[in-house]
């Protein structure tokens, strides 16, 4: 990453102008109780994301960075567990972007998240990404693997990660989509996948999809997701959804986890959402669960109300019931907020879970209390607070929170 930051500055053109630095800040405390260690911790952070843009005269280059500092506090010098009394920093991003003229694509160097239907990771790399020269676009990436540690960078020479897409949209409301994702340690390859995504719009109602990855090193279907969305009624109010998913987790084959036994898990899902008024709500589903032999039966049902009567205000409930592998679960989640005008919000909500596991002859419940708010100190600036109290069988109370102050200029 030094390299690249390195780098950086010398992209910048000939002849470069004054650029539009834009900067939002967040620095955040949190707060909550290590369960191994039985004593209150704390964490301060701070995150930083800069943009700047007109960089150059055509203002085709163009910068982004993010990244975060922190410390804890309360840990006790528990290193072997990750914990540190240590200032952390962490950089996720930071590139240079050159738009290439005309719309034809991007050239992006730098700290980057790429995503494709095969994978997804972080690089210190290039992406160039070609469009508008014919109906198909291309994407091309590689670099060296970003692997976060707890609390190191574990980004080292040998570690590659590299992929590549192409799509396009060949006739009125179809987009096609196969990708390509290649990793590797030690220059041993570790992951290899394959994807294709298809989706079809016919008449502005109705929408089927589907997307397939495939793990060319362990030869198995990882995943596979097909559904159809319909939206049958000329007011769009009530929304339809059909989904069939199937998964088989695999890992890196340098990893530990390549040792336990897996199994496929399918489910079926189906959906309805109708905005009954602009005050009134109301959503459902039903998902058979399958792992690869047990079933369970999972339906929830919840209902959202946007108050005309007190102007600000709005209530969100849901009840959730399972039954099947590998336990029942009856709970229930209600929530509310008020906006005090453009200015200031106040939430609060609670949570009940009923569990009764197969392998436990007594059940249990979980509870869990939060309330927040934000306030708006003046328009770049605003104040966050957020506190909850869990309790469960292990623990009695279990209080935790966080507070922030977001700051942009």
């Known amino acids: 990453m030094l390299a690249v930051l390195l780098l950086l500055p010398a992209l910048a053109p000939a002849g470069a102008v004054a650029a539009d630095v834009k900067a939002q800040s967040s620095t955040q405390y949190l707060w909550y109780n290590d369960p191994f260690q039985d004593k209150t911790q704390g964490d301060l952070l701070q995150y930083?994301?800069?943009?700047?843009t007109k960089i150059d005269a055509a203002d085709r280059f163009s910068a982004v960075g993010y990244g975060r500092v922190s410390r804890q506090f309360g840990s006790g010098g528990e290193t072997a567990r990750g914990d540190s009394d240590d200032v952390l920093g962490r950089i996720y991003f930071l590139y240079m972007?050159?738009?290439i003229p005309e719309d034809r694509g991007d050239v992006r160097l730098g700290r980057q998240f790429v995503a494709v239907g095969a994978g997804s990771g972080t690089i210190d790399g290039a992406r160039i990404d070609v469009r508008n020269f014919g109906p198909v676009a291309i994407s091309l990436f590689g670099g060296y693997d970003v692997r976060f540690a707890e609390?190191?960078?574990?980004t080292k020479p040998g570690n590659y990660l590299a992929g590549a897409s192409a799509g396009g949209s060949f006739f009125k409301g179809n987009n096609v989509e196969v990708s390509y994702l290649r990793k590797y340690n030690e220059s041993d390859i570790v992951r290899e996948m394959a994807g294709v995504h298809l989706d079809q719009t016919v008449l502005e109602k109705i929408k089927g999809y589907a997307d397939l990855r495939y793990d060319l090193v362990h030869g198995a279907y990882g995943e596979f997701l097909a559904g159809v969305k319909s939206v049958p009624s000329s007011d769009r109010m009530l929304t339809l959804t059909a989904e069939v998913y199937s998964s088989y987790p695999t890992f890196d084959a340098d990893t530990i986890y390549t040792a336990f036994a897996v199994t496929r898990y399918r489910e079926g899902l189906g959906r309805v959402?109708?905005?009954?008024?602009s005050e009134w709500t109301v959503y459902g589903s039903y998902t058979r669960a399958d792992y690869d032999g047990p079933t369970a039966d999972v339906g929830t049902v919840g209902v959202r109300n946007r108050s005309k009567t007190v102007q600000g205000l709005t209530v969100n409930a849901s009840l959730d019931v399972r039954?099947?592998?590998?336990?029942?679960?009856?709970g229930f989640r209600a929530s509310a907020d008020y906006a005090f005008g453009r200015k200031a919000l106040l939430a609060a909500g609670v949570a009940y879970d009923s569990f009764q596991r197969d392998s436990m002859r007594d059940g249990f419940n979980a509870k869990k209390f939060w309330a927040g708010g934000s306030f708006e100190v003046r328009k770049n600036m605003a104040v966050k607070v957020r506190v909850e109290d869990v309790v469960t069988r292990l623990f009695s109370s279990e209080v935790q929170g966080r507070a922030s102050v977001d700051f942009g200029f």
């Not at 930083?48 to 700047?52: D, E, G, I, Y």
């Not at 609390?151 to 574990?154: G, L």
């Not at 959402?273 to 008024?277: H, K, L, N, R, Y």
Request: aromatic content about 12%; hydrophobic content about 35%; proline content about 4%.
């Open 323 to 330: 039954r099947g592998y590998p336990g029942d679960l009856a």
């Open 151 to 154: 609390t190191s960078d574990r």
């Open 97 to 99: 972007n050159y738009a």
């Open 48 to 52: 930083v994301k800069l943009s700047a």
């Open 273 to 277: 959402d109708w905005i009954v008024s």
